[in-house]
């Protein structure tokens, strides 16, 4: 039987490895949208490829062009944040999620609320609105709603799970390679370029979370993202540095059993897992020979290093509303390094800035979790951080 899917972000980095696997297997699956931003010409290359229903860009002004490329195809075409999440209401059977940042919460909403399963890349669903997001989930189980983990972190974690009672769980240990920087002194991080956080030294993805990483900004949504997920308090979750991004994550038990998730770093395995789940299948993924690694390495993070993952532990302590102000703060702050209007060290100053002063609105942090009041912490934290960093 064929199965409908559906890729949000698909010309991003866990967009192109989701359709690397569904094309090697073209009759198992049928395509139903795919969703793109400016990079229009790969988006109708892989609507035309997969032979989707509809391909949808996020901008207006590439609407013409995207149009143009589909013209005579049969491919229904739009364009916009409206239009996407339209176009995550069509029914299917399995959801890719990798939309990068806030944006990717109202069609990941969507697809639940048809009943899809989401396979989800995009952490900042679980970061911004995690208790609206699983309440939605389990709504419409019925329907067949359902999350599945795709960040490597999370699916390891999800892994070391299987068939084990929540009850034994001591705790559970992210890994973070340390980034473009791990090894930097702190006084030289202020001088990092945009080029030098660009560069990851294991793992190839979009831009944005390979800067996060250099910042430990995307470790510190994964410990915010470990603990909607898998309901696990934040005195349980750890973060450990290695090196090798061989070890993804482990599992701590009650008997002191640590179960490791091991694998080579590509999403591919990842992406796979929440393709075939619960069962598994081949994948085109390195086989490990561990005899020629010799050694893994792990070494306890830094906070002076890293604020972001005090800040992290700040956001679950408030609960509420503060994973959506931390990350839309976040976002702001990125984009202010990207344009070079802050420096890389400025980041994590304006973010705590922006937390300190909206955390100040209890009637903002504890607001209603629902998708309006999601949004409206989101552009007021957006708001305060564009105040900061104009007055830097
Ligand atoms: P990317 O930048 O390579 O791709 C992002 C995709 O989202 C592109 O298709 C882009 O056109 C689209 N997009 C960007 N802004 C948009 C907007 N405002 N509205 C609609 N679409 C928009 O990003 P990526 O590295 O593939 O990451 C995607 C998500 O997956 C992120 O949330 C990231 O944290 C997460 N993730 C990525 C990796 C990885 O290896 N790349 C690993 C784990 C988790
Ligand atoms: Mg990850």
């Given at each position: ?18 359709i ?13 949208a ?10 109708a ?26 013209a ?15 176009a995550?209401?069509r029914?299917?059977d ?12 109202p ?10 399963t989401?396979?989800l890349?995009?952490?900042?669903t ?38 084990e ?10 890994t ?17 370029t945009?080029a ?13 979370i ?18 909607e ?7 349980k ?11 993804h994550?482990l599992v701590g ?5 640590l ?6 770093p ?6 796979g897992y ?9 994948l ?9 690694i010799?050694?893994l390495?792990?070494r306890?993070p830094?906070?002076t290093?890293w604020?972001?993952?005090?800040l ?10 503060s ?6 703060a ?7 390094f990207?344009a070079g209007?802050?420096n ?12 300190t002063?909206l955390s ?12 309006d ?7 007021m ?12």
């Open positions: 039987m064929t199965r409908r899917i559906s890729i949000f972000g698909s010309t991003g980095s866990i967009g192109e490895s989701t690397d696997l569904i094309a090697r297997d073209p009759e198992a699956y049928e395509t139903v795919l969703t793109g931003g400016h990079n229009v010409a790969r988006l290359e892989q609507a035309l490829q997969l032979q989707a229903e509809i391909a949808v860009t996020a901008h207006e002004e590439n609407l013409a062009e995207l149009r143009d490329r589909l005579g195809s049969g491919i229904e075409t739009a364009a916009g944040a409206r239009a996407i999440e339209e995550a209401r029914p299917a399995w959801v890719m999620s990798a939309i990068v940042g806030a944006a990717g919460l069609p990941g909403l969507a697809a639940l609320e048809e009943g899809a989401l396979a890349a995009n952490k900042e679980l970061v911004t609105a995690g208790p609206l997001v699983l309440e939605t989930a389990r709504k419409h189980a019925d329907k067949g709603a359902r999350l599945l983990p795709v960040d490597s972190e999370h699916s390891a974690v999800f892994q070391g799970l299987v068939g009672e929540m009850s034994a769980v001591e705790r559970i240990i992210i973070a390679s340390g980034g473009a920087f791990r090894d930097w002194p702190i006084e030289k991080l202020a001088e990092a945009l030098q956080a660009s560069a990851h030294p294991n793992w190839d993805m979009g831009q944005r390979t800067i996060d990483s250099a910042s430990m900004f995307n470790k510190a949504l994964e410990l915010i993202e470990t603990h997920f898998f309901g696990v308090g934040p005195d979750i750890e973060v450990l540095v290695h090196p090798q991004s061989l070890v994550a038990f009650n008997d002191g059993a179960m490791a998730h091991i694998g080579p590509d999403m591919r395995h990842a992406i929440a393709l075939h789940w619960p069962t598994r299948k081949r085109p993924v390195d086989r490990l020979d561990l005899a020629a010799g050694a390495e792990f306890a830094d906070e290093r604020p972001a993952l005090r992290a532990r700040e956001v679950m302590q408030a609960g509420g509303l994973g959506a102000v931390f990350n839309a976040k976002e702001a702050a990125l984009d202010g990207i209007r802050i890389f060290v400025r980041m994590s100053e304006v973010v705590e800035e922006v937390l002063r100040a609105d209890s009637g903002l942090i504890h607001a209603d979790i629902n998708l009041n999601v949004l409206r912490a989101d552009q934290a957006r708001n305060e951080a564009a105040r900061i960093i104009e007055t830097t």
